[in-house]
């Protein structure tokens, strides 16, 4: 990956949150306070702004930005999330014009570790991770197999699929959804979604 690809990917992501705002936000009216998806819309809108002729030579540096411009611009839980989680993966990517898949192991690795150091959600809390976990996993497991970046994207983007449909059964305790109680059983997560279009955006921009 190289930072053509790294921004191509970041500006699919935008272009998906746009596209699909409306049902975050619905989503997020069931079980939260309806914001995501503005929140996703505004926070990808400036990344993709802040990218705009940023002539950035390093990899790492478009996450790193990507993530100070998330955290800058969300107000929302979410923000502070996917923006730790950019800044991080981007930290972890070698210096450099570009990365390997192994190096994207590694910093998807960071990246979820940032999300889990700050929001304290585990496995099956009905958030975020429960689309990113199966996705990493699945990215891991085709990277160890061999497979080049499309077909560990494609991998990863579907598991993050089948993690945010997962979601729905689940009871939140994490985030506001957790004021629900069990209530908050029955729908998917906003957050799982958003996670499940930012790795499919991957998936759609290294697609042969
Ligand atoms: P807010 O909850 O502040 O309105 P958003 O609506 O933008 O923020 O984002 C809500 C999403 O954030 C949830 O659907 C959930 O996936 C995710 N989320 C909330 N709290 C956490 C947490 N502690 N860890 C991981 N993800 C979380
Ligand atoms: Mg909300």
Do not use: C
């Amino acid at each position: 990956m190289d930072v053509a690809l790294a921004t191509a990917w970041l500006r699919a992501a935008a272009d998906s949150v746009t596209a699909e705002a409306e049902l975050l936000t619905q989503l997020d009216s069931r079980i939260g306070d309806g914001d995501h998806g503005v929140n996703m819309r505004r926070g990808f809108t400036a990344v993709a702004a802040a990218l705009d002729g940023a002539e950035l030579t390093e990899v790492g540096a478009v996450f790193v930005r990507a993530g100070s411009t998330l955290i800058s611009k969300v107000g929302g839980a979410s923000g502070p999330l996917y923006g730790s989680a950019f800044r991080a993966f981007g930290k972890a990517l070698p210096p450099g014009p570009s990365a390997g898949p192994a190096d994207l192991v590694g910093a998807l690795h960071a990246g979820l570790e940032a999300i889990r150091k700050l929001g304290g959600a585990q496995p099956g809390d009905k958030t975020i991770v429960d689309a990113y976990q199966p996705a990493l996993t699945a990215f891991e497991e085709a990277v160890a197999g061999g497979a080049a970046l499309p077909e560990a994207a494609a991998g990863a983007a579907r598991a993050a699929g089948d993690g945010a449909r997962a979601t729905t059964p689940l009871t939140a305790r994490k985030g506001r959804a957790s004021y629900l109680g069990e209530r908050s059983a029955g729908h998917q997560d906003p957050g799982a979604t958003s996670t499940w279009l930012i790795f499919q955006a991957l998936a759609d921009v290294t697609a042969p």
